[in-house]
C-alpha cells in the first residue's frame, strides 16, 4: 500500500472511529448506565475481529488493512499519554500527602493478594496446553499472571473519578495515587518476566532503575523547576502558544523516556501533569488540549487495542470454566484486597467499598500487558482471550459496582453532580470544585 493509498484510510478510519465510540459511549451511558469510556472500550471491541471482522470481514480488512496499524498505534499512544498528562494537572498532592499510609496500604494489599493468587492457580494453569509457552518456567508464569491480576485500568479509573465528579476527594485520589503505584510495579514484574524469558537483564534494570530515578527526580526537583512556567501564565493573563509548546514538548520528552525505559508512556504523561503549576495554568493547559485528546485521540488507543481482541477463541466448556476461575478469583484478590486494606487504614465501609470497586477494573491496561505476552510467545490465543474477557467484566463491573456500594453516600455529599444525565457526550473531567477539566 503506498503512502497516498494510507493516507486516504486513516481519514476514513478515523471517521469511523470517531463515529463508534460516540455513538457506542452514548448508549452505554443512556441504556446500560456506563460511564463513556466504557462504551469506548466495546466500540474498539465491535471494530476489531471480535464482531466487524466475523461479521464483515472483507469491511474491517479495508477499514483496517495491516499497514496502517502502525500509524494507528502511534496516535494511539499519543491519546493515551496526553489524556493521562491531563489527568495529572487535576491531581491534589495534598490529598495523597494526607492519605498516604492508606494509598501504601491499598496498593501493596493489591499488589500482594494477586500474586499470591497466581502461585495457586498458574500449576493448575499450566496443566492445560497451550495456555503457555511450554518452555516458559512455572516461577516466569506465576509472575505474568499475578502482574495481569494485579493490574489496574489506570487510565479507566482515572476517566470514571473524573466522569463523577470524584477527582479532588480522597477517595479519586487515593484511588488514583494506589492504581498508579500497582501499575508501575505490574510493568517492573513483567519486564522481569521478559528479561528472564530471553530478552536480556538489562530489560528488568533499565525499567526499574529508569522508572525510580524518573520518578525521584520529577517529584523532587520538577515543581521547582516548573514553576516559572505558571508564573509566566499569570503575568500574561493567558497560557500563550509558546507556553503551550513548551508543555507539549516536556510531555513529550516524559513520555518518550518512561517508553524508552520499558514501563509505559502514560507514567510519564500522568508525573509530568502531577508536578506542573496547579491554579490558572493547569486549568487553562486542560482548556485547551481537552477536546481534541478526549474526542480524537483517546479513541485511537481504544481502536487500536480492539483490533488485536478475539474473543471467539473461547470456544468449549473447559476453557470457558477456565476463564471464570480466572475471573471470580482475581476479583476477590484484587478487589476484595483493596477494600480490606482500605478498611484497615481508617476509611469508612462505603469509601473502602468504592476503593475495591473501582480499582478492580483491569481494563486496556491489562490488554496492553497481554499483548504483549502474546507477541513474546509466553502465552497462547487462548489464555489471551480468558484475560481479555477478564478484563472487560471487571471494568464493566466497575461503574455500576461503584455506584451500588458509594453512589448514594457521594450524593449526599455533594460529590457526584457529573451522574446526572446530560445532553452532551458527558465526558469531560471536573476538578473538586466543579469547573470543567479534562477528559
Known sequence: MTTA????????????????????????????????????????????PSLLGLLAPDIQAMLFPKESKNILFVGAQLGVGLYMFLVGLGFQSSHFRSNAGSAAAVSLSGMAAPFLLAIVITPWLMGHPGLFNPALSTPQATLFM??????????????????????????GTLSLSAGAIDDAGAWAVLAIVLATF???????????GGGLAFAVFMLTLGPRLLAPLGRWAEREGRVTHSMLAVTLGLFLLAAFTMDAVGIHAVFGGFLLGAVMPKGFFAQEIRRQLEPFTVVLLLPMFFTYSGLHTQLTLVDNWGLALVTLAILAASVLAKGGACWAAARLTGQDNATALGIGALMNARGLMELIIINIGLQKGIIGPALFSMLVLMAIVTTLMASPLFELVYGRKARARGELGALQEQEGDGAELRTAGGKAGSA
Not at 499475578?146 to 477517595?171: D, K, N, Q, V
Not at 530471553?198 to 526499574?208: C, L, Y
Open 146 to 171: 499475578g502482574a495481569c491480576i494485579a493490574i489496574t485500568a489506570f487510565p479507566m479509573l482515572a476517566r470514571i473519578i473524573h466522569e463523577r465528579g470524584l477527582s479532588g476527594t480522597p477517595l
Open 5 to 48: 493509498q494510507l493516507s486516504v484510510v486513516f481519514f476514513l478510519q478515523m471517521a469511523v472511529i470517531i463515529a463508534a465510540c460516540r455513538a457506542v459511549g452514548w448508549l452505554a451511558r443512556r441504556y446500560l448506565g456506563q460511564p463513556q469510556v466504557v462504551g469506548e472500550m466495546i466500540a474498539g471491541v465491535i471494530l476489531g
Open 198 to 208: 530471553g530478552d536480556g537483564s538489562i530489560v528488568a534494570v533499565k525499567a526499574i
